[in-house]
């Protein structure tokens, strides 16, 4: 698939349990090393506005034994964030093939509209789909507390991301020619909704409702029905699930009945070989995130 061989990392840090991988690329994708350990409560509180880990000697000493014991060497990671601690915006652009320096700059002026901090203090990263840009939004000190917690041990995060924006990046492969669709990603503490129309992302959701909390189809269906009551023109009849934990026909099944959409599995088993037994869904993403490393 890749035609060369190598080991790549990545380190998912959600709000319940911070997990770690180790991936060897080569003719196939391979997970050879994993672990993960819970966050107890007080170690990390998520945030957009304000540092997010709370005990950080705590956190480093659980990063440290999850790095450890899925052989992680030191060295360049990837590093995913819990969506809630990032704003994702669609930016529409003038001019799709300026230099990312422009493009950045007029990213910018355009977020000081709904930004709610000074994007001077923001950390920002885009992902061009036509004449649009999906943007991430970190507040600057909110993302050097997770970049330093890892440079205190000897890693250099080199990508910084959410499990949302890595997962739809790992998987836009199986959205084909299909311009109109639905991606759903759903998490322990997490879900998100990417409604792209006409091959570009028109609207982004993430909020704290998880695969156990009841209100979560509830959830999903109200913003999807949102852009819709938006967008009376939408007509959107599929929708790519990825869903790393709990019962994941029962959750399709509730999703088909609720969105009135064909629901399509995405696993990350058919892209990655692991060891048998393992979930390895729940390291999704980990794996999404080292895999989007350059």
Same mark, same amino acid.
Not at 26 to 47: C, F, I, K, Q
Not at 215 to 223: A, D, G, V
């Given at each position: 698939?890749?035609?060369?061989?190598?080991?790549?990392?990545?380190?998912? %840090?959600?709000?319940?349990?911070?997990?770690?991988?180790?991936?060897?690329?080569?003719?196939? #994708?391979? #997970?050879?090393?994993?672990?993960?350990?819970?966050?107890? =409560?007080?170690?990390?509180?998520?945030?957009?506005?304000? =540092?997010?880990?709370?005990?950080? &000697?705590?956190?480093?000493?659980?990063?440290?034994?999850?790095?450890?014991?899925?052989?992680?060497?030191?060295?360049?990671?990837?590093?995913?964030?819990?969506?809630?601690?990032?704003?994702?915006?669609?930016?529409?652009?003038?001019?799709?093939?300026?230099?990312?320096?422009?493009?950045?700059?007029?990213?910018?002026?355009?977020? &000081?509209?709904? #930004?709610?901090?000074?994007?001077?203090?923001?950390?920002?990263?885009?992902?061009?789909?036509?004449?649009?840009?999906?943007?991430?939004?970190?507040?600057?000190?909110?993302?050097?507390?997770?970049?330093?917690?890892?440079?205190?041990?000897?890693?250099?995060?080199?990508?910084?991301?959410?499990?949302?924006?890595?997962?739809?990046?790992?998987?836009?492969?199986?959205?084909?020619?299909?311009?109109?669709?639905?991606?759903?990603?759903?998490?322990?503490?997490?879900?998100? %909704?990417?409604?792209?129309?006409?091959?570009?992302?028109?609207?982004?959701?993430?909020? =704290?409702?998880?695969?156990?909390? =009841?209100?979560? +189809?509830?959830?999903?269906?109200?913003? +999807?029905?949102?852009?819709?009551?938006?967008?009376?023109?939408?007509?959107?009849? &599929?929708?790519?699930?990825?869903?790393?934990?709990?019962?994941?026909?029962?959750?399709?099944?509730?999703?088909?009945?609720?969105?009135?959409?064909?629901?399509?599995?995405?696993? +990350?088993?058919?892209?990655?070989?692991?060891?048998?037994?393992?979930?390895?869904?729940?390291?999704?993403?980990?794996?999404?995130?080292?895999?989007?490393?350059?």
């Amino acid at each position: 698939m890749f035609g060369f061989s190598k080991t790549v990392y990545g380190v998912d %840090v959600g709000t319940k349990f911070l997990r770690a991988v180790r991936i060897k690329k080569g003719d196939t #994708l391979s #997970l050879e090393g994993y672990a993960e350990r819970p966050l107890p =409560e007080g170690v990390l509180l998520p945030s957009y506005t304000r =540092e997010n880990i709370l005990d950080m &000697k705590r956190f480093q000493d659980i990063a440290a034994l999850t790095v450890g014991a899925a052989g992680v060497q030191r060295g360049d990671i990837s590093l995913s964030i819990p969506d809630q601690v990032v704003k994702v915006s669609i930016v529409e652009l003038k001019d799709r093939a300026a230099k990312r320096s422009d493009i950045l700059k007029f990213i910018r002026w355009k977020s &000081k509209r709904f #930004l709610p901090y000074d994007p001077e203090n923001a950390k920002i990263d885009y992902h061009l789909f036509g004449n649009a840009a999906m943007t991430v939004f970190v507040k600057g000190d909110v993302v050097s507390n997770y970049e330093e917690a890892f440079c205190s041990l000897s890693f250099n995060p080199r990508l910084v991301s959410t499990p949302s924006i890595n997962l739809f990046n790992l998987f836009s492969q199986r959205f084909g020619d299909l311009k109109d669709f639905t991606f759903i990603s759903v998490l322990e503490d997490s879900f998100a %909704v990417v409604i792209v129309r006409n091959f570009v992302p028109a609207f982004y959701r993430s909020t =704290e409702v998880g695969y156990a909390d =009841e209100r979560l +189809i509830q959830e999903i269906n109200s913003s +999807i029905l949102f852009y819709i009551s938006e967008n009376p023109d939408a007509v959107l009849k &599929k929708a790519f699930l990825f869903a790393g934990t709990g019962d994941r026909e029962l959750l399709d099944t509730h999703l088909s009945d609720a969105t009135g959409m064909s629901i399509v599995p995405l696993l +990350i088993s058919d892209m990655v070989t692991g060891p048998r037994g393992m979930d390895i869904e729940t390291y999704g993403p980990a794996i999404a995130g080292a895999l989007g490393s350059r």
